[in-house]
């Protein structure tokens, strides 16, 4: 079976469930900041204080930005204890879980990542362009959501690839 070393290092992966807590941790302080960004919105909406068009639509990608990146720290944990701690993904099979997380394997992972950061990306470049940043700073943002796009195909092509090849998949 396994060596000691080899026994160590698999218990090892016990100490993961520290980061993956972290992340919880993380996800409370942005659902902490996304009330307080949503109550700031409606207090000053509802109380005379209105926003004009764009600066709504501004605020309200922030808050949606804001959901994603919870989304994407809730994919990495969840996702990342299934696959590198638990030995059975989810070790209460009554509880409610995604049906994703049985199949979820280290390139749905990668690509599940990817497209994650694209969809904040691309909210991000909306952003930008609706605050009417300089031409500069739009371009460097649609440069950087570019390169997001291109390496999340650039992922889904090579691990195609990979499995194409590979006889056993």
């Not at 080899?6 to 919880?24: D, E, H, N, T």
Request: hydrophobic fraction near 55%; charge should be neutral.
């Amino acid at each position: 079976m396994f060596t000691t070393l080899g026994q160590v290092l698999y218990s090892a992966r016990l100490l993961m469930i520290g980061f993956y807590f972290g992340l919880a941790l993380l996800m409370l302080v942005l659902l902490a900041r996304f009330a307080s960004e949503m109550f700031g919105l409606l207090k000053s909406q509802l109380f005379g204080q209105t926003l004009a068009k764009a600066e709504l639509v501004v605020k309200t990608l922030e808050l949606v930005d804001m959901v994603m990146i919870g989304q994407l720290v809730w994919v990495v944990a969840l996702a990342g204890y299934s696959l590198f701690v638990s030995s059975s993904h989810v070790d209460n099979t009554a509880t409610e879980k995604p049906d994703w997380l049985d199949h979820v394997n280290t390139y749905n992972l990668k690509l599940k990542l990817a497209f994650a950061m694209i969809a904040i990306s691309g909210v991000h470049a909306l952003k930008t362009y609706l605050q009417e940043q300089s031409d500069t700073r739009i371009l460097v943002t649609a440069g950087v959501h570019l390169i997001f796009v291109v390496s999340a195909v650039g992922i889904a092509y090579a691990e195609r690839a990979t499995r194409s090849r590979d006889p056993s998949s």
